[in-house]
Nanobody
Framework: QVQLVESGGGLVQPGGSLNLSCAAS????????MKWYRQVPGEERDMVAC????????YYADSVKGRFTISRDNLKNTVYLQMNSLKSEDTAVYYC????????????WGQGTQVTVSS
């Protein structure tokens, strides 16, 4: 049974930091590109960051470049999203996903974790 379980979301003030984690099970984690998406009500789900399966190539949305860092630990089957200098517009539900390549569709999804940036 495939599971992606996100954690680390919450309420943070503008300029603050959060570190999201996603624990994966039920598939060969090291063979998959891992992605973080985010979604606000009424809008599409957008990819925020991706890390490839083999050589850890990373991709970021322009809106988060220089502030967010994606990383993975293949021994722990976990992907992380370190979010710094958070802004109110980063408020969203953040989803972890797994796919064959960063540019392709996600195959597996987590349930999401809420991130709220507000003073």
């Amino acid at each position: 049974q495939v599971q992606l379980v996100e954690s680390g979301g919450g309420l943070v003030q503008p300029g603050g930091s959060l570190n999201l984690s996603c624990a994966a099970s039920g598939f060969t984690f090291s063979n998959y590109a891992m992605k973080w998406y985010r979604q606000v009500p009424g809008e599409e789900r957008d990819m925020v960051a991706c890390i490839s399966d083999i050589v850890d190539i990373t991709y970021y949305a322009d809106s988060v470049k220089g502030r967010f860092t994606i990383s993975r630990d293949n021994l722990k089957n976990t992907v992380y999203l370190q979010m710094n200098s958070l802004k109110s517009e980063d408020t969203a539900v953040y989803y972890c996903s797994a796919g064959f390549v960063c540019q392709g569709q996600a195959r597996y999804w987590g349930q999401g974790t809420q991130v709220t940036v507000s003073s």
